[in-house]
């Protein structure tokens, strides 16, 4: 069973705990991972408009003056793009084809990108996030003390991520993302340079985990 790092709220470490087998040791998938970043990014991507070309608008086709004798160009259609209210040259085609992943899939992205960055020694825990006051020094100096530096995912309980001095102490401090467990998915943990997990958020994510000292 994987073992994480188990520090207190001052950033010292205070022994390990055991982590479940299917979500920090699970096999690495790299084919996996790299289906599970394609899909997540295409649906993060705005999607584009959709404009009718000149086939696909209906206005009529006689000719608005005769082709020769007036010196101008020869046209044959108002659907033309030259002209106002008609059609797109090259116009955007919509969303086109929607990427999915079965929802077992994901989980198991997450889980490959989860036991990766734990095999790596980049997933901590702390015992908890409560801030009795908004405090940005004191989140600060907790990341400092654990050696916690980059880009970094903090992941807590549902009510520590509700809990209005943890917002306000975190939201300055740049690069650090706080998230309420368990809304992770596999390319937040590839982003990520750590990720910080409260127990509560752990055992959201997990459904256990015990200390030892």
């Known amino acids: 069973m994987p073992q994480l790092s188990l520090y207190d709220t001052t950033g010292q470490k205070v022994g390990q705990l055991e982590a479940a087998d299917e979500v920090f040791a699970a096999p690495l998938n790299r084919d996996l991972l790299h289906q599970a970043v ?19 608008v209906d206005l009529t086709t006689a000719k608005m003056y005769r082709q020769k004798g007036l010196g101008r160009a020869r046209h044959g259609a108002r659907s033309a793009p030259v002209f106002v209210g008609g059609g797109v040259a090259h116009p955007p085609h919509g969303a086109g084809r929607v990427r ?53 995912i903090m992941l807590v309980s549902a009510a520590e991520a509700n809990n209005e001095s943890n917002i306000l102490s975190v939201r300055n401090i740049p690069k650090l993302v706080l998230r309420e467990s368990p809304h992770l998915n596999a390319r937040d943990v590839l982003w990520a340079d750590y990720l910080v997990l409260t127990q509560g958020g752990l055992q959201t994510l997990t459904g256990g985990g015990q200390a030892d000292a």
């Open 38 to 56: 394609r899909v997540i990014e295409a649906q993060r991507t705005r999607k584009a408009g959709q404009a009718k070309t000149r086939s696909q």
């Open 100 to 152: 999915v992943m079965p929802k077992k899939a994901r989980r198991q992205a997450l889980n490959c990108a989860l036991s990766d960055k734990a095999k790596r020694g980049k997933v901590l825990v702390v015992e908890e996030l409560a801030l009795a006051a908004p405090r940005t020094k004191d989140v600060v100096e907790l990341l400092a003390a654990m050696h916690v530096t980059g880009k970094v």
